[in-house]
């Protein structure tokens, strides 16, 4: 700043003003810049007319005035060009630049406000009133001045480019103006704000409007601190990161580490280029390798990368088997491996058909087995696969309630893995097994996302040929499988996945059907299995019907199987310690194998009674007979509902009840006896029915008993659902409930007349020995159950009544009113 010639400004006095307080002096138009009183700065001269005011000016040793121009472009500046405040100033000597240019130092002097232009041509000559600046100093300007220095202070400290001595200049200017002037020019300001600092006469404004500067300068000083700080941590964490690589790598490969990973990457690239898989699939797995390649081996990410590999490795991608579309062959293996079951067989068999006349066009049918288990929807499938010699692979999906369990985890999850989709295919190892998918009537669902979503698109032969599994990453194509899903009960299969699915009913088997494949399946196989073949042990034909009859209660013929197989280890011991033991099983040995019968009590009551009625349930084991049992008591009208109630089972309960008090006089109850009168209605036995209105009649049947005091028939079965008028309504699962009254040893079914044909495949044996009967109101119903009315029509009073306390009645009641049971059906 202070340049040589610096003794040539005090030569220079300021200009003194005339009786109106002008000065006169010539004027220099500057460009660019803006100068403060106190401070010195270089010049440029470029502009003859500037060049002839400073002549003018140091002929008589006199100070000139600089103003800005307004428009930095224009060459010639006119005066209305110029602003009106500007600086009084002193020059030093003029010097010759090496470029040829000429430049001057100088010293701002004063502020000062143009008033007249006295002179235009060759250069301006001006008429100026200087500045008065008020500098004395109060605790104000005190306060401010050093707060203004303060944040000053910091700028420095923050600011490369600002010299400390720039701080120290200002820390020793006691003037307010002045300091403001300083740190103006010292700032990095646009020529529009240096001008209007220029314009603010007052030095506490001045102050002011610094403070306010140098707060915002600051804050983008800090926030470029802050980054640059970030920046750097950054910098240095990877230097040493490559530091650490690097001597890791030297380490390695003085330890021969290096090689082996070498060569092993070297092996799996080969493996990938052998692989046989779609090019989307090897461009993956190319990638993957080579981010291995960049890895030290002992990178964390080495081995999730290499696990990823090995799943893309190990999927079958093009590698099928051969389909065997021989119908002949196929019908020979399933009637082989299954009694019955004739629309399943049938339909497998046509799809082969099918296929061999058209096999581009076909898709395989997605295949939906329901039925109570035991009754051989698994090894019906295991049969098809073999049938078709495709590989058989079967996924439980009960309990899934997670959509990642299906479709994988992100590889960015700890031990991510594919779904189990995927996990199954790698099991399968062709792209065309027989794929079953086990209990999707138990699928969950929940928070973490919706499973059946899922099995929508592995399921729909839109979708399926790229199905997208999170791990995998790669799209997989499923469309080659044959699925075949299996499910105990409809209703709980979300709607939208039923709809792909075509459904074919596994029934319950007859005590002749079970029979039948006990002799012809379970018991040559359990012989096999347990290494009895040759020994020559017969079961009796009665002993194979105890055991259905007093050691199974089943739809199917799981515990049948295993209790055959309980007998046969029984006697493989015998064998095996070379023991005696007898070569024919008769019903009487069963006691010995198998211990006492479970089942040997009927489940249904010897007598009939009042407010007992017998329905039909259909559970997910098949269907099963349920015990109604309702009590009155004197009360208030209130019902009460026991066992294991479902909702609509309840409101079931409410239209019974609803119906028997409109019908109330026809039935000769007395109209009052509702509403003082406590209803207890209760379910007993673990036959726990599905929710559902088909307990309908079998309800109203045993409020109607306990309320008449008619005895309900307990070898009369029933299910069907009831509206308020006493309609009575279809109602589901009608074959499994039909069989469970066979089995059990009802004499007589009442089943709504709109199920009729559901009846169409019922076995001719249980026709014969079970009377159907079709009703389509509560009026046949009733007919068919209750006995004939009480010679008088006992009013309903139960035996826990307290007597003393009701008024209504001397005598005690001779029914109690309470025990009528129906057996009744969940549908
Ligand atoms: P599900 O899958 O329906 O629960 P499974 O397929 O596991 O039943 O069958 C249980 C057992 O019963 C199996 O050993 C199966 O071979 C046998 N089985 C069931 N139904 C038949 C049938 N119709 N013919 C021959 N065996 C059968």
């Known amino acids: ?179 403001a002037d300083l740190i103006a020019s010292s700032l990095d300001l646009s020529i529009e704000e240096r001008q209007s600092i220029l314009e603010l006469i007052d030095p506490m404004e001045r102050l002011h409007r610094i403070s306010v500067l140098l707060g915002r300068e600051l804050d983008v000083l800090e926030l470029e601190e802050q980054i640059n700080s970030q920046v750097q941590q950054e910098v240095d964490r990877n230097q040493r990161e490559v530091y650490l690589r690097e001597q890791m790598r030297v380490i390695q490969s003085e330890l021969g580490e290096a090689d082996i990973f070498q060569q092993d990457l070297n092996d799996l690239r080969e493996r990938i280029d052998q692989a046989s898989m779609p090019e989307e699939v090897h461009d993956k797995a190319l990638k993957e390798l080579n981010r291995l390649l960049l890895m030290p081996p002992m990178a964390p990410e080495v081995g999730i990368i290499r696990t990823y590999l090995d799943w893309l490795l190990d999927l079958p991608w093009t590698k099928a088997s051969e389909d065997n579309l021989d119908i002949e062959h196929a019908a020979k293996v399933l009637d082989e491996e299954h009694y019955g079951l004739p629309r399943a067989k049938d339909r497998i068999l046509e799809h082969i058909a099918v296929r061999k006349l058209a096999p581009d066009k076909m898709r395989s049918p997605i295949l939906c087995f ?173 002993a194979i019907q105890t055991m259905i009859r007093e050691y199974t209660y089943e739809a199917g013929v799981r515990n049948l199987e295993r209790e055959i197989a309980n007998v046969c280890r029984k006697v493989a011991r015998r064998v095996a310690s070379e023991k005696s033991f007898t070569r024919r099983i008769t019903p009487d040995s069963l006691d010995r194998y198998l211990g006492p019968a479970h089942y040997l009590q009927s489940k249904l009551e010897e007598n009939d009674q009042v407010g007992l009625v017998t329905g039909l349930a259909w559970t997910e084991g098949g269907g099963d007979i349920m015990a109604v049992e309702i009590t009155l008591m004197p009360g208030k009208g209130n019902m009460l509902l026991t066992g294991q109630l479902g909702e609509v089972m309840q409101e079931s309960a409410q239209a019974a009840l609803s119906y028997t008090r409109s019908r109330a006089k026809a039935l000769n109850i007395k109209e009052n006896t509702f509403e003082k009168t406590d209803i207890h209605i209760h379910v007993p036995e673990g036959a726990v029915p599905k929710d559902g209105p088909s307990a309908g009649i079998t309800l109203a049947t045993a409020l109607i008993s306990a309320f008449t005091g008619r005895k309900a028939s307990s070898k009369v079965g029933m299910t069907g659902e009831i509206t308020l008028r006493g309609r009575v309504l279809p109602v589901g699962g009608i074959k499994e409930k039909v069989l469970a009254a066979h089995r059990a040893g009802l004499k007589k079914v009442l089943v709504p007349t709109r199920n009729k044909k559901d009846l169409i495949e019922i076995h001719k044996k249980v026709l014969r020995e079970l009377q159907i009967i079709y009703v389509d109101s509560m009026d046949e119903v009733l007919e068919q159950v209750l006995g004939p009315a009480a010679r008088k029509s006992a009013p309903p009073r139960a035996k826990t009544a307290k007597p003393k306390t009701s008024r209504s009645r001397k005598r005690p009641a001779r029914v109690p009113a309470s025990v009528g049971v129906v057996t009744a059906s969940g549908t």
């Open 1 to 179: 700043m202070f340049g040589q010639g610096i003794n040539d400004f005090y030569n220079v006095r300021d200009a003194e003003p005339d009786e109106n307080g002008l000065i006169e002096a010539a004027l220099i138009p500057l460009r660019d810049m803006v100068i403060y009183p106190n401070m010195v700065t270089p010049l440029f001269v470029g502009r003859d007319r500037s060049m002839a005011a400073i002549m003018a000016a140091q002929a008589n040793e006199q100070t000139v005035i600089g103003v800005g121009q307004i428009d930095p472009s224009v060459p010639d500046p006119k005066p209305d060009d110029l602003f009106v405040f500007g600086t009084e100033m002193a020059l030093g000597r003029l010097m010759r630049m090496p470029d040829g240019t000429t430049s001057v130092l100088a010293q701002g002097r004063r502020r000062v406000e143009i008033v007249e232009f006295t002179r235009t041509e060759n250069y301006y000559r001006v008429k100026a009133r200087p500045v008065f600046e008020n500098n004395k100093k109060t605790r104000e300007t005190e306060a401010l001045m050093r707060a203004v220095l303060a944040l000053f202070e910091k700028c420095v400290q923050l600011n490369r480019n600002l010299p400390e001595e720039a701080y120290i200049y200002a820390m020793n200017v006691d003037e307010p103006g002045w300091l």
């Open 370 to 542: 329901v039925g109570p288990p035991g009754t051989g929807k698994t090894s019906l499938g295991r049969s098809i696969a073999k049938a078709l010699g495709r590989e058989f692979v079967r996924v439980s999906l009960g309990g899934v309630r997670d959509e990642a369990e299906i479709r994988g985890h992100r590889r960015t999850y700890i031990g991510a893995l594919p779904g189990r989709i995927i996990q199954t295919m790698r099991r399968a190892g062709t792209v065309n097994p027989v794929f079953m998918l086990d209990e999707i009537d138990k699928l969950g669902q929940d928070f973490r996302g919706d499973p059946s979503s899922a099995l929508l698109e592995v399921l729909d032969p839109e979708q399926n040929n790229a199905y997208s599994d999170h791990y995998l990453e790669v799209p997989y194509d499923l469309s080659k499988v044959m699925f075949i899903t299996t499910a105990n009960i409809l209703d709980t299969i979300p709607p939208a996945l039923l709809d792909r699915l075509e459904v074919i009913e596994f029934a319950g088997y007859t005590e002749e059907e079970k029979l039948s494949i006990a002799r012809r399946f379970l018991i040559p196989r359990q012989l096999e299995q347990n290494g009895l073949a040759d020994k020559g042990l017969r079961f009796d034909e009665k």
